[in-house]
């Protein structure tokens, strides 16, 4: 999906693909994922995002080559057990809180 043809034939398949399906069957309560202020989980995980939107801007706003570093270290922060993946696995919300 490099271009934008790509993303709109992919999203109209995905859009033909659910209309045979109830809204009930694949949308969930948009409420039902909001962690509780003290949860400790969903505090590192808004922390680990915020880092990495943070390290992005500043690789960005410095350009290539300069910023690769930053955005380099960035985009793998996004992985692994370590980095934001791990944070969002490790708080994954109940049905309901």
């Known amino acids: 999906m490099a271009d934008g ?3 709109f034939e992919t999203f109209s398949f ?6 045979k399906h109830s809204p009930a069957d694949y949308l969930t ?3 039902a994922g ?3 202020a003290d949860n400790a989980l969903h505090q590192k995980l808004q ?3 915020l880092a990495l939107l943070e ?3 500043n690789g960005y706003a410095l350009g290539i080559p300069a910023g690769a570093a930053d955005i380099n270290t960035a985009r793998n922060a996004m992985l692994g057990t370590a980095g934001l993946d791990g944070a969002a696995e490790a708080w994954r919300p109940p049905v309901s809180w």
């Open 55 to 57: 390290r992005l801007f």
């Open 14 to 19: 995905i859009q033909e693909w659910l209309d």
């Open 5 to 7: 043809e790509s993303h």
């Open 34 to 36: 909001v962690a509780p």
């Open 29 to 31: 309560n948009p409420n």
């Open 47 to 49: 922390e680990e995002y």
